[in-house]
Every structure is written in C-alpha cells, then in structure tokens.
C-alpha cells in the first residue's frame, strides 16, 4: 500500500502554484477508491473515538473500545444498514 502522502498525489492530481486539482478526464484507478475509503472509514473511526473520549473523559481505554464497536454495529439512522428499501428477513 502507498504512503498516505502518495495517494493523496494520485487522488488530488499535480500542484500548480501551491494549488492542487484533479482533471475531469483522469478518474480515479479503482485501486485508488477502494484505498480512499478505507482512509475515510478509518478517519471517521478515529474521529467517532475522540468524540466519545471527550464525552466519556473517565472512561478506560478498553470501554471506549467497547463503545466505539457498539457504535459500529448498531450506527444510529443505518440500524438495518446502507441499502436502500425496506429491510426483510434473511433467507433461511
């Protein structure tokens, strides 16, 4: 896997007088998206475990451990996931 800083040239393109863009015309590898949103979900991750540091500040280590995995499995507004529909039971 590429440094953090790597694929951040791949996905913001050259700079040009300290600005960086990205051409319409050169889209993204899928290498490339599949590596971005994993550095997004592990980014919110850390983002969600400081928010419950800063609500939870006596709470030891392996307890925000177990609230951020709570937090994971459960998502609030996504209780039966990202798809779209109505939820139905798996088949059996």
């Not at 928010?51 to 006596?58: D, I, K, T």
């Given at each position: 896997m590429p440094a953090s800083g790597s694929l951040r040239r791949e996905v913001n393109g050259p700079s040009v007088s300290g600005r960086l863009f990205r051409m319409a015309s050169d889209p993204l590898s899928p290498g490339a998206k599949f590596r971005l949103t994993l550095e997004m979900f592990e980014?919110?991750?850390?983002?969600?475990?400081?928010?419950?540091?800063?609500?939870?500040?006596?709470?030891s280590p392996v307890e925000l451990d177990r609230m951020l995995v709570n937090w994971l499995r459960t998502r609030p507004g996504a209780e039966h996931g990202d798809g779209v529909g109505r939820p139905r039971k798996p088949a059996a």
């Open positions: 980014t919110g991750v850390e983002l969600m475990r400081q928010n419950l540091r800063r609500s939870h500040p006596l709470a």
